[in-house]
T-cell receptor, first 111, second 117 residues
Framework: KNQVEQSPQSLIILEGKNCTLQ??????????LRWYKQDTGRGPVSLTI?????NTKSNGRYTATLDADTKQSSLHITASQLSDSASYIC??????????FGDGTTLTVKP | DTAVSQTPKYLVTQMGNDKSIKCEQN?????MYWYKQDSKKFLKIMFS???????INETVPNRFSPKSPDKAHLNLHINSLELGDSAVYFC????????????????FGPGTRLTVL
C-alpha cells in the first residue's frame, strides 16, 4: 500500500467545469507536500508547495489545500480548460529525506 | 533556453549493454536528482546529489551509477541492462534539497525513454 494515496485514479470532466483531486498520506515526519502536473510525454511541472503550517495555496486556477491533522490534501481546478488534461501527482517529502510519490490522477477535459 | 535538459530523448538497446544518460541544468542549482517512471506512470526517486555529493540513494541496483562532474551535470550510467530497466528516466534540479525547504522547487527535464529489448 502506497503511503501517498491519490483519488480518483482517473477523471473526465467537461471544459469549464471545476474538479477536485484528493491526496491522503501516511508518511512522516512531514516536511512539505507538492502537487505536480505532468503532460503526456513531458516532465512534471510544479504547481504548489505547502508546508505544515499552510492550509491553502493558489497558483492561477489551481488551489491546493492541506489538512496536516488528517493528513489530507486536495487540488481544486477551477473553470477547467482542455490544456488541463494531464496527470496530477501528489508528492510528500519527509524531514528524514524521503520523497514519496502518489500514483497520480489522470484528468481528461473534454470540449 | 531549456532549464533542465537530458540526452538522449529516446534510447533503445539490447539486454546486457551498458548505456549512459546525460543531464544538464543551467539554473545554477546545487541539487540534482534522477527519477524512474515505470509503465504505470509511477515516479520513484533513485538518486539525489547536493553540491556533487551523493545524498540519497534509494534501493537501486548497483548497476546504476550516477556521476556528477560538476554541479550543473548529473549523468546516469547503467551497466548490464535488463528488461526491467525499461522506463522513462527524469532528471531534476532544485536550489537545495526538496525535503529541506518548500522554497526548493524542483524543475524536471523532459525525460529519456529507455527501451531494453
Amino acid at each position: 500500500k502506497n503511503q501517498v494515496e491519490q483519488s480518483p485514479q482517473s477523471l473526465i470532466i467537461l471544459e469549464g467545469k471545476n474538479c477536485t483531486l484528493q491526496c491522503n498520506y501516511t508518511v512522516s515526519p512531514f516536511s512539505n507536500l507538492r502537487w505536480y502536473k505532468q503532460d503526456t510525454g513531458r516532465g512534471p511541472v510544479s504547481l504548489t508547495i505547502m508546508t505544515f503550517s499552510e492550509n491553502t495555496k493558489s497558483n492561477g486556477r489551481y488551489t491546493a489545500t492541506l489538512d496536516a491533522d488528517t493528513k489530507q490534501s486536495s487540488l481544486h481546478i477551477t473553470a477547467s480548460q482542455l490544456s488541463d488534461s494531464a496527470s496530477y501527482i501528489c508528492v510528500v517529502h519527509t524531514n528524514a529525506g524521503k520523497s514519496t510519490f502518489g500514483d497520480g490522477t489522470t484528468l481528461t477535459v473534454k470540449p | 533556453d531549456t532549464a533542465v535538459s537530458q540526452t538522449p530523448k529516446y534510447l533503445v538497446t539490447q539486454m546486457g549493454n551498458d548505456k549512459s544518460i546525460k543531464c544538464e541544468q543551467n539554473l545554477g542549482h546545487d541539487t540534482m536528482y534522477w527519477y524512474k517512471q515505470d509503465s504505470k506512470k509511477f515516479l520513484k526517486i533513485m538518486f539525489s546529489y547536493n553540491n556533487k555529493e551523493l545524498i540519497i540513494n534509494e534501493t537501486v541496483p548497483n548497476r546504476f551509477s550516477p556521476k556528477s562532474p560538476d554541479k550543473a551535470h548529473l549523468n546516469l550510467h547503467i551497466n548490464s541492462l535488463e528488461l526491467g530497466d525499461s522506463a522513462v528516466y527524469f532528471c531534476a534540479s532544485s536550489q537545495g534539497l526538496a525535503f529541506r525547504s518548500s522554497y526548493n522547487e524542483q524543475f524536471f527535464g523532459p525525460g529519456t525513454r529507455l527501451t531494453v529489448l
